[in-house]
């Protein structure tokens, strides 16, 4: 698909050695940016929105930062990865970081839209993440011949706070082998006749389903519970630098993308997974764009670029009435206008009426800006 691309969990450390002297952008959907092409950038479209995130390398620690506009920057030692780590539908940021000692952690941050930030979650490098069905973040640590633990944490709207943990204790010299539930500094041996009410969290099935893994260390004994990292949806599509206009469409074999740089507009068209059948460069003044008709029962705005005697016009239009001229409502919860929203390609032969290709966008995976560009 196009740059539909799938990212591993734990990223490949030896592409981005602490001894390199130079930034390698080589990333599946990375590219350079800066003058000096000291940052790596991916542009992506979830939600009707455009992401960007901006990477350089740098040492310990990992950090971020995000501008008025969204933007994020991410420095750290290896680029960042993209997955939904708690499942509710925004892409969150992972990378591993390797210590000057050989130890590795794994630093995940957890987007929240609502508040527009990233909040961090660590682990080391191999545990496991996984979303418990009642909304917490599991984070096992690797089984060992000694214990195993599994702490528990809820994604606030500033911080990422730990809420309990369960572990294995063998060492245990009143209870060998037992499970312990931990909280700040209570801690409870549980057993099979421990009265668990009054533990957190409300769900009394969780405690003892977990301490019951412990005894197993089969992932089985929890899948009713767990969405683990390795099934949960990590593919995006992402665009180029620039990206006014994105559009998979719905014959969901291929896609449009406009960009404009400097001044200049790319129309790109091709399948999912490979190069562009068609490509045109022109110079601003030399593409017709409408942001809004700003006026009627409709509104739209197109990009249209000539080649050939062909019009290729990528644009978005709704309608605002029923039929029986009433306002039709917008949807507080959809990022569109309202329900009548579509993006499309359209391709005419000259100017006339001889629509030639008529295709809409799939719009979970398309995006615009026509709105705000200047009219030409």
């Known amino acids: 698909m196009m740059t539909r691309i799938l990212f591993a969990i734990v990223l490949m450390l030896v592409s981005s050695p602490l001894w390199a002297d130079t930034l390698a952008c080589d990333a599946p959907g990375f590219s350079e940016a800066g003058e000096d092409q000291t940052a790596c950038v991916l542009n992506w479209i979830v939600n009707n ?72 979650i660590d682990a080391a490098e191999q545990s496991t993440f996984a979303f418990d069905k009642i909304g917490l973040v599991a984070v096992f640590a690797n089984p060992c011949c000694e214990a195993s633990s599994v702490g528990f944490f809820h994604m606030g709207t500033t ?23 931990t909280k700040d500094e209570t801690r409870v041996v549980v057993t099979d006749q421990t009265d668990l009410t009054g533990l957190y969290p409300d769900d009394l099935t969780l405690i003892p389903e977990y301490c019951d893994y412990f005894g197993k260390f089969d992932d089985d004994a929890l899948s009713h519970r767990l969405t683990y990292f390795q099934d949960m949806p990590n593919d995006y599509i992402s665009v180029p630098d620039g990206t006014v206009f994105h559009c998979t469409l719905d ?22 997974d490979g190069p562009p059948e068609l490509e045109m460069r022109r110079n601003k003044d030399q593409v017709k764009v409408l942001p809004d008709n700003g006026a009627g029962p409709s509104r739209f705005g197109y990009i249209e670029f000539e080649n050939d005697g062909f019009v290729y016009a990528t644009h978005y239009s709704y309608e605002l009435f029923e039929l029986d001229d009433r306002l039709i409502p917008s949807d507080p919860g959809s990022p569109f206008p309202n329900r009548t929203f579509s993006r499309a390609l359209v391709v005419s032969e000259g100017r006339a009426s001889n629509i030639v290709f008529d295709r809409e966008c799939l719009l979970d995976t398309s995006y615009d800006e026509i709105g705000f560009l200047d009219r030409s």
């Open 251 to 272: 014959n969901r074999t291929h896609a449009v993308t406009v960009t404009l740089v400097d001044d200049i507009y790319t129309y790109s068209y091709g399948p999912l």
């Open 159 to 181: 911080s990422v706070d730990a809420q309990f943990a369960l572990t294995l204790d063998i060492q245990d010299a009143d209870a060998p082998g037992s499970c312990v539930w």
């Open 49 to 120: 929105e455009k992401k960007r995130v901006e990477w350089s390398k740098g040492e310990l620690p990992t950090s971020v930062a995000i501008s008025p506009d969204g933007s994020v920057s991410f420095t750290s030692q290896n680029p960042p990865s993209l997955i939904d780590v708690n499942n509710d539908g925004w892409f969150d940021l992972t990378t591993v970081t390797k210590t000057k000692t050989g130890s590795s952690t794994r630093d995940v941050y957890l987007q929240n839209p609502d508040q527009n930030v990233f909040l961090r």
